[in-house]
């Protein structure tokens, strides 16, 4: 089974995450990067995958030179080999752009699987595996936290805000899946080792049949008008409990009028 | 004025809050006409008018309903082609930002997610990284489609009439590609949702336990709130993961929000920190939690919850 993980490189939570002024696109050299939390799942669910039914396990990235960093994880995780396309002209795409980009480099890798992360912790859009499906023609089966294959069939729960939906789809298909499908694994030693020998194919736009005129800030559908840092919350009163600490609470609840 | 669809939100019928919302922003920036997808609208259709609902494109055919996501953006895709509407507002749930996403595909369009405000020229407002940057968007191609978080809106009635119209779109194979089997319910009792609800209760890690987690409930019922849980409490199995709050869980930005046993990791500031009034209770003085709060008491939550619970139902 030809198994593609899309991996992406984000911006630490834990460290300062702000947008450029000169252009309102991510500020990447302020943040420590490090791969997207959710992909991690995506990529141990393709490993699953590939440990139950065979086939090969592809991550592609599309991202800056830091980015190597994310696609060692998961070559080191287990993956066999990689697709990085490098290219300036990428540089602040917005969703549809990106999904576009993707597509055109899922066509050159074929698939029978396309497996990714449900959102990224930086833009958090949670809409790259809608609009793959859509723009490849396959089955979305996505927010999933369970993906069982047999054969050519992919039965699967999609969690919905009331539960969740069984679904059932037919391969190839792109699946998103949700934090909690499954336990990463931690990256062995050997596994570490292996992986910077593993083949990483580095392609720019052209070469990954990407329009460069359809990529890019530039040519982006969506534009950032402005931004500014939230004004800090004021902080408010703390007390330490004397034996009357839910009281107090009441009595400022009252005072709100929540109660 | 400018027509502007609104993507109805409906489990079997009931219309979810959210909707009444983007109802209510909708007729703000132009004129609102619901789009009713699946089975159940006879239910639906006073609330709709309530809200200030112009117009209703009703899809009654429960195929629309039967496969994931896919046959609500063509119908969209088809009413956007029709009526040329000014701009289309979905909610900003897990499948209404998947069906902007199809919709921007099939449309051509930009897209706009997790907006919490709408301008005049569909400026929307975003609050990114956790809350930390509040930045405006728009969309410079095509017709805007943007993913409105519940909450962002207060709802307002406004009683309207609307006139009714049938549509029906011819699905392709692939708008049928990901068939829902069966639809799960999950029982969450009189709780509001999550993500809907005015006031959130959340427990952390301080709770220690899965059965210590009836405290937060009581809590919780007590102010007619919805329960919430930290990552460290889903990661511990002591309460689902679809009730969790933070970066890879839900974005809450209710009225009210008590933290109890959080100590506010930037995971979970992530997921609350829009929240209008945030109340914390936690044993540690240096929690980075008491950074946001309004009011806050430092002391043993299995002290401070329950005479909270006892309190309220007092004054009530």
Do not use: C
């Not at chain 1, 190597?68 to 002209?89: N, Y």
């Not at chain 1, 499908?181 to 070469?207: C, Q």
């Not at chain 2, 009189?190 to 301080?206: H, K, M, W």
């Not at chain 2, 009225?255 to 979970?268: D, E, F, K, R, T």
């Amino acid at each position: 089974m030809n198994i593609v993980v899309l991996v992406k490189q984000v911006p630490d939570t834990e460290s300062p995450r702000k947008l450029k002024s000169e252009d309102s696109t991510l500020d990447r050299a302020a943040a420590d990067g490090v791969i997207n939390e959710l992909d991690e799942y995506a990529i141990e669910e393709g490993l699953r995958i590939k440990e139950a039914h065979g086939g090969e396990v592809t991550v592609v990235t599309l991202g800056p030179g830091k980015a190597t960093e994310s696609i060692r994880k998961a070559l080191a995780m287990g993956a066999d080999k990689a697709v990085h396309v490098l290219d300036d002209a990428l540089a602040g795409s917005d969703a549809l752009q990106t999904s576009y980009a993707i597509a055109q480099v899922l066509g050159r890798t074929g698939f029978d699987l396309v497996i990714l992360g449900s959102e990224s912790t930086d833009a958090r859009t949670g809409v790259l595996a809608a609009m793959l499906a859509e723009r490849l023609g396959v089955p979305q089966v996505s927010l999933a936290n369970k993906v069982e294959i047999e054969g050519s069939s992919i039965k699967a729960q999609r969690i919905t805000d009331y539960g969740f939906d069984r679904v059932e789809a037919t391969l190839p298909a792109v699946v998103s899946v949700v934090e909690k499908i499954n336990e990463p694994r931690y990256p062995s030693f050997k596994g570490i080792m292996a992986a910077k020998k593993k083949p990483v194919e580095t392609l720019g736009v052209a070469d990954a049949g990407i329009d460069a005129g359809q990529v890019g800030l530039a040519n982006a559908a969506t534009a950032v008008v402005d931004f500014a840092e939230a004004p800090p919350r004021a902080q408010g009163q703390i007390v330490s409990d004397e034996g009357d600490g839910g009281t107090k609470i009441a009595d400022f609840l009252a005072a709100k009028k929540f109660v | 004025m400018a027509e502007i669809l609104v993507l109805v939100d409906h489990v079997d019928g009931e219309v979810k809050k959210v909707t009444l919302e983007l109802l209510t922003l909708a007729n703000r920036l132009g004129e609102a006409s619901a789009v009713w997808v699946g089975a159940g609208y006879d239910g639906a259709k006073d609330k709709l008018a309530e809200y200030g609902a112009q117009k209703v494109y009703v899809g009654a055919d429960e195929e629309l309903a039967s496969y994931v996501v896919a046959p609500k953006a063509a119908l969209l895709a088809q009413l956007v082609q029709e009526k040329s509407p000014a701009a289309v507002l979905v909610a900003a749930t897990g499948e209404g930002k998947e069906v902007a996403g199809r919709l921007a595909v099939k449309i051509g369009s930009g897209v706009l997610t997790d907006v919490v405000d709408v301008a005049d020229g569909f400026v929307a407002e975003h609050s990114i990284f956790g809350g930390g940057t509040i930045a405006h968007a728009k969309v410079t191609t095509g017709t805007p489609v943007i993913a409105v978080r519940p909450n962002a809106v207060a709802a307002e009635a406004a009683p309207a009439t609307p006139a009714e119209e049938q549509v029906t779109v011819a699905l392709s194979d692939t708008d049928k590609g990901t068939k829902i089997v069966e639809k799960v319910v999950q029982e969450k009792g009189e709780r509001p949702d999550l993500t809907e609800a005015a006031i959130v209760v959340s427990g952390g890690r301080g709770v220690g336990g899965a059965e210590n987690f009836k405290i937060i409930e009581g809590l919780a019922d007590s102010l007619g709130a919805a329960v919430g849980a930290s990552r460290a409490a889903t990661d511990a199995g002591w309460y689902p993961h679809q009730f969790q709050v933070g970066q890879t869980g839900k974005t809450v930005s209710p009225q009210l929000y008590i933290a109890v046993g959080i100590s506010g990791a930037i995971q979970h500031r992530a997921g609350m920190q829009t929240s209008k009034t945030i109340i914390a209770i936690n044993k540690d003085s240096e929690a980075p939690i008491f950074e946001l709060v309004d009011f806050g008491v430092v002391g043993d939550l299995f002290q401070v919850a329950p005479q909270l619970t006892e309190e309220i139902t007092k004054r009530k």
